[in-house]
């Protein structure tokens, strides 16, 4: 693995990776080959931890959360699940921690209000990047070297996490990703449409040839459903904590879609193939864009 030789003011000098699955162990993975840079993990896994401990590059390893936090830190980065996220956010808190404190939730809010409630140093962040897989086994650097990532500041924090949002900033641009900023609020409003919406929709499909066809579609299908449907193959345990810690954006978003889908159906009761041909071609210039539109984003 090559070396990157980090200027003499890193902005952290101890990072702490909580949460070795796909998201954290790439992390973890990425700050790996920076001279300078003491890394420490924790995860609850007994294989990933078993796995952990071979990698000569992490200084410390523990399955005690306790022990987490109370090591001499810069950085504590969550990379839990969302519950499990508010529930270190909350032992921090407790124990009243002056490192700074980030996370990469797939939705921002509760992690958000609990660490504005603990008094923490904190910005969230979220890297956008992922597979249909899960697990350290298959996390890699390279998933989010040059990813988009976005970094969710409020200004409730004061002061304190300006200077963190700029070491935020620095840190992960050595990684090559494109940073954008936005409130956890906002974050929460757009992602509940474009990630988990996609999820949710892509699991209906997917159920609904399971329970229309069974498994006795499953030779037949082509790459179209495959491609619609493939999201709806990662882990349920991870999402099912952020639907449902999105769920006020996601109600109104299935809603919109609802809408479409009745749409669609009135067109094909009517026969009207003018009206389907109108609806589809808006639909299908838009989807087009996305394509050639801002930073190329791996998923």
Same mark, same amino acid.
């Given at each position: 693995?090559p070396?990157?030789?980090?200027?003499?003011?890193?902005?952290?000098?101890?990072?702490g990776?909580?949460?070795?699955?796909?998201?954290?162990g790439?992390?973890? %993975? &990425?700050?790996?080959?920076?001279? #300078?840079? *003491?890394?420490s993990?924790?995860?609850?896994?007994? !294989?990933t931890?078993k796995? @952990?401990?071979?990698?000569?590059?992490?200084?410390?390893?523990?399955?005690?959360?306790e022990?987490?936090?109370?090591?001499?830190?810069?950085?504590?980065?969550?990379?839990?699940?969302?519950?499990?996220?508010?529930?270190?956010?909350?032992?921090l808190?407790?124990?009243?921690?002056?490192?700074?404190?980030?996370?990469?939730?797939?939705?921002?809010?509760?992690?958000n209000?609990?660490?504005l409630?603990?008094?923490?140093?904190?910005?969230?962040?979220?890297p956008?990047a992922?597979?249909?897989?899960?697990?350290?086994?298959?996390?890699?650097?390279?998933?989010?070297?040059?990813?988009?990532?976005?970094?969710?500041?409020?200004?409730?924090f004061?002061?304190?996490?300006?200077s963190?949002?700029?070491?935020? %900033? &620095?840190?992960?641009?050595?990684? #090559?990703? *494109?940073?954008?900023?936005?409130?956890?609020?906002? !974050?929460?409003?757009?992602? @509940?449409?474009?990630?988990?919406?996609?999820?949710?929709?892509?699991?209906?499909?997917?159920g609904?040839?399971?329970?229309?066809?069974?498994?006795?579609?499953?030779?037949?299908?082509?790459t179209?459903?495959?491609d619609?449907?493939?999201?709806?193959?990662?882990?349920?345990?991870?999402?099912?904590?952020?639907?449902?810690?999105?769920a006020?954006?996601?109600?109104?978003?299935?809603?919109?879609?609802?809408?479409?889908?009745?749409?669609?159906?009135?067109?094909?009761?009517?026969?009207?193939s003018?009206?389907?041909?109108?609806?589809?071609?808006?639909i299908?210039?838009?989807?087009?864009?996305?394509?050639?539109?801002?930073?190329?984003?791996?998923?």
């Amino acid at each position: 693995m090559p070396k990157f030789k980090l200027p003499p003011k890193l902005p952290f000098r101890s990072i702490g990776v909580a949460g070795l699955g796909l998201i954290g162990g790439s992390l973890a %993975k &990425a700050f790996s080959p920076f001279d #300078g840079l *003491k890394l420490s993990v924790f995860d609850h896994d007994p !294989h990933t931890i078993k796995e @952990a401990r071979k990698i000569r590059r992490f200084s410390q390893v523990t399955d005690d959360p306790e022990e987490f936090a109370l090591w001499p830190l810069d950085l504590a980065y969550l990379c839990l699940p969302v519950a499990h996220n508010v529930a270190m956010i909350r032992r921090l808190g407790r124990l009243k921690v002056a490192y700074a404190v980030t996370d990469s939730g797939s939705s921002k809010n509760s992690t958000n209000e609990a660490a504005l409630e603990e008094g923490l140093n904190f910005c969230g962040g979220h890297p956008i990047a992922g597979k249909e897989v899960a697990g350290f086994a298959h996390s890699t650097a390279d998933l989010i070297r040059e990813c988009l990532f976005i970094l969710t500041p409020d200004p409730r924090f004061g002061p304190r996490q300006t200077s963190l949002l700029a070491k935020l %900033k &620095a840190l992960h641009e050595r990684l #090559g990703c *494109k940073i954008r900023l936005m409130s956890p609020a906002a !974050h929460d409003h757009l992602y @509940a449409l474009v990630s988990h919406l996609p999820y949710l929709t892509a699991s209906a499909l997917a159920g609904t040839a399971l329970n229309l066809g069974g498994p006795e579609v499953l030779p037949w299908v082509g790459t179209g459903f495959k491609d619609t449907t493939r999201v709806g193959a990662s882990p349920p345990a991870k999402w099912v904590e952020v639907v449902m810690d999105n769920a006020e954006n996601l109600e109104k978003d299935l809603g919109a879609l609802t809408e479409v889908l009745n749409q669609m159906r009135e067109i094909l009761k009517a026969k009207d193939s003018g009206r389907m041909m109108e609806l589809l071609e808006t639909i299908s210039a838009f989807r087009r864009q996305v394509d050639s539109f801002g930073p190329k984003i791996k998923s």
